[in-house]
């Protein structure tokens, strides 16, 4: 079956970087975009953007552009999302999930998603 | 950005009733290519949100049908009949008409 397993919670300084992992099995991993969402209780969910898995081109939410950067390792079906230069308010639950190819007929939508992985940011 | 605005913000249904939650949108999800990309989620406590319905109205795999989407460019609705336990969570819609992607802020569902 489709999994996305995110690697696990993590606590970081602020000013410090942090990288999650996001590993894909039971499918086809470059069939697939993989899309990062963050979520937290006051802004709710947020769309970070994706990563083409085949290519490794990224299309980002001008908001995170210079916070995230997504990559790829194709050999492992694993995605990846660095945070970087982190504050409090990157203390979130990040999710990653799989989406559709084809925009025009899958409207991009995101079918299967990751346990998340939660970020806390402190001193 | 676009603004998609869910209601009620939490609704009580007993079980076996019918539930409707709005989501309407701050301009048309009509892409130009003259489809509209809007799909709804339900995050059930504790776990990460799951698919229901893509672009407007289509149940994705597994999904049963008293769940049914409805609605054209400003305005959405989600219809879910004969609630049952495992219905029971937050709905969110997700617009992918116009960058950047955005989601409404939830209608928590619970048991009268």
């Known amino acids: 079956q489709v999994q996305l397993q995110q690697s696990g919670a993590e606590l970081a300084k602020p000013g410090s970087s942090v990288k999650i992992s996001c590993k894909a099995s039971?499918?086809?991993?470059?069939?697939?975009?993989i899309s990062w969402i963050k979520q937290t209780t006051g802004q709710g969910l947020e769309y970070i953007g994706y990563?083409?898995?085949?290519?490794?081109?990224?299309n980002y939410n001008e908001k995170f552009k210079g916070k995230a950067t997504l990559t790829v390792d194709k050999s492992s079906s694993t995605a990846f999302m660095q945070l970087s230069s982190l504050t409090p308010d990157d203390s979130a639950v990040y999710y990653c999930?799989?989406?559709?190819?084809?925009?025009?007929?899958?409207?991009?939508?995101?079918?299967?998603w990751g346990q998340g992985a939660s970020v806390t940011v402190s001193s | 950005d676009v603004v998609l605005t869910q209601t009620p913000v939490s609704l009580l249904i007993s079980l076996g009733g019918q539930a409707s939650i709005s989501c309407r949108s701050s301009?048309?999800?009509?892409?130009?290519?003259?489809?509209?990309?809007l799909h709804w989620y339900l995050q059930k406590p504790g776990q990460s949100p799951q698919l229901l319905i893509y672009?407007?109205?289509n149940r994705f795999s597994g999904i049963p049908d008293r769940f049914s989407g409805s609605g054209s460019g400003t305005d959405f609705t989600l219809k879910i009949s004969r609630v049952e336990p495992e219905d029971l969570g937050v709905y969110y819609c997700?617009?992918?008409?116009?960058?950047?992607?955005?989601f409404g802020a939830g209608t928590k569902l619970e048991l009268k």
């Open positions: 999930a799989r989406e559709r190819k084809n925009y025009y007929y899958s409207g991009g939508v995101m079918d299967a």
């Open positions: 039971g499918y086809t991993f470059t069939s697939y975009y």
């Open positions: 990563i083409n898995t085949g290519s490794g081109g990224t």
């Open positions: 301009q048309s999800l009509v892409h130009s290519n003259g489809n509209t990309y």
């Open positions: 672009q407007v109205s």
């Open positions: 997700l617009q992918r008409t116009h960058n950047p992607y955005t």
